[in-house]
């Protein structure tokens, strides 16, 4: 009976921690949106939800007090971007390790490029495109140009994933070349990142010291 009851009070915590994530981390998110006014919220698909819970919690503070206290946050999605692919073929996702991490050194980000998954097409044969996890990602980053020229090279055969793998690496290195630069430098020199951190933590302060100031004045604190 004792270990049973343990038990019982184990599955008991564990369920009220659920709970507490379950309704705290919406009110927590909808709290660092309307804080800053936000005005679009770029999102996923599953987010949606999210959105609509701070734009209810907003919608009320306003209609008690009767004042446009709050921003009504926009959801703001792109359509082309709704589910991103993971190097597994499954939506991309920390928690899934089927992410690409554009800030890896050069080889390892490399590495891992070569692990997204792909069909038995042989090289010489014709390939679709539109159900390859890699020329999907390429998609993502690349003009119009250099996304007709890699469906050419998929449907005219003769063109390996290998091929599409370094491509796609290639454009990465190219797309956010300036970004890896200062992510290196600023993850080198500990005492500059802090320094850009605290520019940015004083920026938020004050923008949010004045929201919470106004919030204050119409509750009457």
Same mark, same amino acid.
């Given at each position: 009976?004792? =270990?049973?009851?343990?038990? !019982?009070?184990?599955?008991?915590?564990?369920?009220?921690?659920?709970?507490?994530? %379950?309704?705290?981390?919406?009110?927590?998110?909808?709290?660092?949106?309307?804080? /800053?006014?936000?005005? /679009?919220?770029?999102?996923?698909?599953?987010?949606?939800?999210?959105?609509?819970?701070?734009?209810?919690?907003?919608?009320?503070?306003?209609?008690?007090?009767?004042?446009?206290?709050?921003?009504?946050?926009?959801?703001?999605?792109?359509?082309?971007?709704?589910?991103?692919?993971?190097?597994?073929?499954?939506?991309?996702?920390?928690? &899934?390790?089927? !992410?690409?991490?554009? !800030? #890896?050194?050069?080889?390892?980000? #490399?590495?891992?490029?070569?692990?997204?998954?792909?069909?038995?097409?042989? %090289?010489?044969?014709?390939?679709?495109?539109?159900?390859?996890?890699?020329?999907? #990602?390429?998609?993502?980053?690349?003009?119009?140009?250099?996304?007709?020229?890699?469906?050419?090279? /998929?449907?005219?055969?003769? &063109?390996?994933?290998?091929?599409?793998?370094?491509?796609? /690496?290639?454009?990465?290195?190219?797309?956010?070349?300036?970004?890896?630069?200062? &992510?290196?430098?600023?993850?080198?020199?500990?005492?500059?990142?802090?320094?850009?951190?605290?520019?940015?933590? =004083?920026? =938020?302060?004050?923008?949010?010291?004045?929201?919470?100031?106004?919030?204050?004045?119409?509750?009457?604190?």
């Amino acid at each position: 009976m004792l =270990a049973n009851s343990h038990s !019982f009070k184990d599955k008991s915590d564990r369920l009220s921690d659920v709970n507490s994530g %379950l309704f705290t981390y919406p009110v927590l998110m909808a709290a660092d949106i309307i804080l /800053y006014d936000a005005e /679009y919220v770029p999102v996923g698909k599953d987010q949606i939800q999210h959105l609509e819970i701070t734009r209810d919690i907003a919608s009320a503070f306003n209609n008690k007090y009767q004042q446009e206290i709050f921003v009504l946050p926009q959801v703001k999605i792109d359509e082309n971007v709704m589910t991103i692919p993971g190097t597994d073929g499954q939506k991309m996702s920390k928690s &899934y390790n089927n !992410f690409i991490n554009i !800030f #890896l050194p050069e080889k390892d980000l #490399l590495k891992v490029v070569k692990t997204i998954i792909t069909d038995a097409t042989p %090289l010489e044969e014709p390939k679709n495109p539109d159900t390859c996890n890699v020329f999907t #990602l390429f998609k993502l980053l690349a003009n119009e140009a250099q996304i007709a020229e890699m469906r050419n090279n /998929y449907l005219k055969g003769g &063109y390996g994933y290998g091929h599409a793998k370094t491509a796609l /690496y290639e454009l990465i290195l190219s797309k956010f070349e300036k970004p890896r630069v200062r &992510y290196n430098e600023l993850m080198s020199n500990p005492d500059l990142l802090e320094k850009e951190l605290q520019v940015g933590e =004083a920026k =938020a302060r004050a923008r949010a010291q004045e929201k919470l100031k106004l919030v204050r004045s119409v509750l009457g604190f």
